[in-house]
């Protein structure tokens, strides 16, 4: 069964600063990955999708590689604000369109 | 235009109530999902419907039921609700994978069901 890690589980940094967030999945066999961002008390918002053939995904201040085999995915945030205080979630799809999540990255950017 | 809308956002009940928490998409997806989000944050799945045929049953009590009356819909139905049932439940949608090879999901802004 697939398990999906995220660490840390809470990341607190001042402004400005280049941050990475990491996921780790048990099982390989992948068909793709995404990191969301939650807001408070609101829904899930897609960030990144990295198919199991890419290696990254870049999107503005984002980037997310992917490395299937050893079962690795990293968020990079370049020059953190306030604004992107969030947790911030992976999920791994596998290929019956079942998705796994983590629990999740509490992020806080302190200006 | 919302894409995946679900309603109500919040829904308090009295233990014992029935109810139901409606979902729809209109991207055109033909999978959808219910998953559950814990106090704790973490998000489960529940059930998926591919083409308004359940395909994903995860271990969820037989008081939950989808309900799936075309494509764009997926109802879920809570019988005898129970204290521990107070989450948050959000609806996502996505294609198929066959038919797609992005399969992005996307996400409702969820219901927050409190049970008193």
């Known amino acids: 069964k697939q398990e999906v890690t995220q660490i840390p589980a809470a990341l607190s940094v001042p402004e400005g600063e280049n941050l990475v967030l990491n996921c780790s999945f048990t099982?390989?066999?992948?068909?793709?990955l995404q990191w969301f961002r939650q807001d408070p008390g609101k829904g899930l918002t897609s960030l990144l999708l990295?198919?199991?053939?890419?290696r990254e995904q870049t999107s503005g201040r984002l980037n997310a590689s992917l490395d299937k085999s050893s079962g690795r995915s990293t968020l990079y945030i370049a020059a953190s604000q306030p604004g992107d205080s969030a947790t911030y979630l992976c999920a791994v799809k596998n290929n019956f369109n079942k998705f796994y999540f983590g629990s999740g990255t509490k992020l806080n950017v302190k200006p | 235009d919302t894409a995946v809308s679900q309603t109500p956002k919040y829904l308090v009940t009295q233990m014992g109530n029935d109810k139901s928490i409606k979902c729809e998409q209109n991207?055109?997806?033909?999978?959808m999902y219910w998953y559950k989000q814990d106090s704790k944050k973490f998000l489960k799945i529940m059930f998926s419907y591919n083409n308004k045929e359940l395909i994903i049953n995860e271990t969820v009590p037989n008081r939950f039921s989808p309900k799936s009356p075309d494509k764009a819909h997926l109802n879920l139905h809570i019988n005898s609700l129970e204290l521990g049932d107070s989450a948050v439940y959000f609806c996502?949608?996505?294609?198929?994978?066959?038919?797609?090879?992005?399969?992005?999901?996307?996400f409702g802004q969820g219901t927050r069901l409190t049970v008193v």
């Open positions: 996502a949608s996505s294609p198929s994978s066959r038919r797609k090879p992005r399969a992005e999901a996307f």
């Open positions: 991207l055109g997806h033909d999978t």
């Open positions: 990295i198919q199991s053939s890419q």
């Open positions: 099982d390989s066999a992948i068909y793709n």
